[in-house]
């Protein structure tokens, strides 16, 4: 008895043989360095959601309030409420163009993040090959890969973030499925161009490519920058699948409301992996998106205004300290190169420097490289800022960074 005890415990036990794609993930960077930036109190500009300054509408948590009390609080139907399916569709034609059946051509989902696996999991099978964009979000790889998919990764070209169109079509191949499309783009700020967008077009077209969206970016646009959706385009309606955000729309990050939008063949697909993920989407937070989708377009419009705003605060002083900022046109993201903060001959990398600054100057950010599948494959000298902080929060940020590298240059 004693001896299978000390062995159910664990005494000689084997390792569990678990899943092979998440088991074998590290911990991630971001996990590393929020737990550093706890332990050493920095000014935390490595986490993105934003501060309660850029909070969503106070209408909007009222109507979660009274939503509790006026509805049923049993299971809502499993495509979402009628009524944020019907405000889904209608600000896809206000704001994109595109015209949208909500009673076939809508999933509400839990947040973004669940989106993408249960499209991920509908579309794919066994030996598909997937095209994604690097640097990227981090669950699109082991998502795809759980889904039996092959990664090809395309490189971004910085300080612009440029696509290679001969390396694009070099991606292809009679296995290619799906192709992954974020714009505005985490973590670069990027928004692709119309060029680049036909150029993607021609060849899903060519090679009869499905593709996946990930637009949950599509309000934080800079003025005089306009975020275009490739389902918009001649031929790609029937082929995108287009997935938003509340969290990112309205800055209610806790909520984890997102939705689809799409071909109903899709739809139908995704919604049968949806059934067995989380099956539904809190109703009370569902009528509140509803609600500020149709009623509060003011705040999502004007969300670009903020955000520029906040990063020429944060940009025009991280110049004048040594880094190099990259340029961009929407999110909150700003990515800046730090090689001319190092000392001649030095070999410190993305991570190292991330480190350095949350012990050293009390200021947290992220490596691109944790963005990248392969850190061979990544810039070693560019690290990523969060700027939908409180004015306070980035200017004390960027007195910690200039004092810092004011003693040591």
């Not at 009370?284 to 705040?299: I, K, M, N, T």
Request: net charge negative.
């Amino acid at each position: 008895m004693a001896a299978n005890g000390g062995a159910e415990n664990g005494g000689d036990q084997q390792p569990r043989q678990l899943n092979d794609v998440f088991s074998s993930l590290p911990t991630t960077v971001f996990e590393e360095m929020s737990l550093l930036a706890a332990k050493h109190q920095s000014v935390n500009l490595g986490q993105g959601f934003p501060d309660n300054e850029l909070e969503g509408p106070e209408s909007m948590k009222k109507v979660v309030a009274s939503s509790l009390y006026e509805h049923s609080n049993q299971y809502p139907p499993m495509m979402g409420v009628p009524e944020l399916r019907q405000a889904v569709a209608a600000h896809s034609g206000r704001h994109a163009g595109i015209q949208v059946d909500w009673q076939t051509e809508t999933l509400v989902t839990s947040g973004a993040t669940e989106a993408l696996a249960a499209a991920f999991l509908a579309l794919l099978n066994a030996g598909d090959e997937v095209i994604f964009f690097a640097p990227l979000y981090d669950s699109y790889l082991p998502m795809a890969r759980r889904a039996g998919a092959v990664p090809r990764i395309v490189q971004l070209h910085p300080p612009s973030w440029s696509v290679d169109a001969a390396e694009l079509e070099a991606a292809f191949s009679p296995k290619t499925k799906l192709l992954v499309l974020n714009t505005p783009h985490n973590p670069t700020g990027k928004v692709f161009s119309a060029g680049e967008l036909q150029v993607i077009a021609d060849l899903c077209i060519r090679h009869n490519c499905l593709v996946l969206l990930d637009e949950v970016y599509e309000h934080l646009v800079f003025p005089g920058t306009a975020h275009v959706s490739l389902r918009s385009l001649p031929g790609m309606a029937h082929r995108c699948l287009r997935i938003g955000s509340a969290g990112k729309t309205f800055s209610f990050t806790a909520w984890k409301v997102g939705w689809l939008s799409g071909p109903a063949d899709m739809i139908k697909a995704v919604a049968k992996a949806h059934q067995f993920i989380t099956f539904t989407v809190p109703s009370s937070l569902q009528r509140a998106v509803a609600y500020g989708l149709d009623s509060e377009q003011p705040f999502y419009c004007g969300l670009g205004a903020v955000l520029q705003q906040k990063r020429a605060l944060l940009e025009r002083q991280l110049a004048g300290i040594g880094f190099r900022v990259l340029p961009a046109d929407g999110t909150y993201f700003l990515v800046a190169d730090f090689a001319g903060l190092l000392p001649e001959g030095s070999t410190e990398d993305d991570v190292e420097f991330c480190y350095r600054l949350t012990r050293e100057a009390g200021v947290t950010l992220i490596p691109v490289s944790a963005f990248y599948d392969d850190r061979s494959e990544a810039p070693r000298t560019l690290v990523r800022f969060v700027f939908c902080k409180t004015d306070a929060k980035l200017q004390a940020a960027c007195d910690a960074l200039r004092a810092y590298f004011g003693k040591h240059p």
